[in-house]
Nanobody, 127 residues
């Protein structure tokens, strides 16, 4: 198992930026792809971005492509989400998640691909 703790959420005006961080502890972090999901008010949890275990292959939801950047630092056991040009519709609780499968070929994007979740961090974008 892996424990995940997110940080970096907050209140920002539209057009602004935030950087989310997720610190992992427990199993070998570098063997697992990592992802970010979000859940807005009254909505289902949705995929935002993910990165493969080596950090060389990112994947993004169409709604954030070109605005968000996912990265990881395996030495620090951390994954990050840089969010630029934020919009009110980005308002949500953002969750960090770790892949169920080690050394996966490709990048997971489905909720069921991930087995460990953080507690979430609130991001609120005002118009």
């Amino acid at each position: 198992q892996v424990q995940l703790v997110e940080s970096g959420g907050g209140l920002v005006q539209a057009g602004g930026s935030l950087r989310l961080s997720c610190a992992a502890s427990g199993r070998t972090f570098s063997n697992y792809a990592m992802g970010w999901f979000r859940q807005g008010p009254g909505k289902e949890r949705e995929f935002v971005a993910a990165i493969n275990w080596s950090g060389g292959v990112p994947s993004y939801a169409d709604s954030v492509k070109g605005r968000f950047t996912i990265s990881r630092d395996n030495a620090k056991k951390s994954v990050y989400l840089q969010m630029n040009s934020l919009k009110p519709e980005d308002t949500a609780v953002y969750y960090c998640a770790a892949d169920l499968r080690p050394l996966r070929n490709g990048v997971p994007r489905r909720l069921t691909d991930f087995g460990s979740w953080g507690q979430g961090t609130q991001v609120t974008v005002s118009s």
